[in-house]
């Protein structure tokens, strides 16, 4: 069951300012994230503590951006990282598996779990543009807010020199926000558009051969 809590004059059932990891806070419009507190209800995935899972990175951690939409709309996918799933999900959904099958073209790696923590762990900021969605409605929170706080986030981590990996238009929409030397774009995973140049874009070598021209270390994807 959730339980309300009071926001301003307001009672939410999540109180979003709380559950954002500390590093952050003075990054990004407190008061955006109260307004979107107010406009989420109970029914919406990922669950609350995993909202925010993304960014238990801080922002000097974060060396690369790989920008999503929204979770996954089926309830057993979303988990807070972008195009990851447990590793409990024994069928990928569609953007992973040609993810996978694009990061064995590349670099001859093979993955079968779906969970990209170890990802993460490296300094990958697996960011979606919206944070929640309502199930089974795709991109039905699009317009709470996320859009602007997660324009923030990345406008902090771009200024930081992170580099972005940009799939897709509404992605590519932000482009102006990275240096151009550190951005790689094509068309976004999904089956709709996987073969007018996602297949073959190479993104997995091209971000840790700039890792490299920056002096970091390459990510074991």
């Known amino acids: 069951m959730f339980k309300l809590k009071v926001v301003g004059s307001s009672l939410v059932l999540v ?20 307004d979107i507190s107010r406009k989420l209800t109970d029914d919406f995935i990922p669950s609350k503590d995993s909202i925010f899972k993304c960014l238990e990175l801080a922002p000097n951690e974060v060396k690369v951006v790989i920008l999503g939409q929204d979770p996954y709309p089926n309830p057993t996918h979303a988990m807070g990282l972008a195009f990851s799933v447990h590793n409990s999900i024994k069928t990928l959904p569609a953007s992973l598996k040609n993810i996978f099958k ?19 762990s490296q300094g990958v900021l697996l960011l979606n543009r919206s944070l929640t969605v309502i199930p089974k409605l795709p991109d039905s929170h699009a317009d709470i807010g996320w859009h ?15 580099i972005g990996v940009l799939w897709g238009k509404q992605a590519q929409n932000l482009s102006g ?24 874009s190479k993104p997995f070598s091209k971000v840790n051969n700039r890792l490299r021209e920056k002096g970091l270390t390459p990510i074991k994807w």
């Open 15 to 34: 109180n979003l300012e709380d559950l954002l990891p500390k590093p952050w806070h003075q990054f990004v419009n407190l008061e955006l994230l109260k």
């Open 177 to 200: 926000l990275f240096y151009q030397l550190d951005q790689f774009s094509s068309p976004h995973p999904s089956p709709l558009s996987v073969y007018r140049g996602f297949f073959g």
């Open 102 to 120: 694009e990061l064995d073209t590349d670099l001859s790696i093979k993955r079968i779990e779906g969970d990209l923590s170890d990802w993460a």
């Open 148 to 162: 602007e706080f997660t324009e923030e986030i990345i406008r902090v981590v771009a200024s930081r020199g992170a």
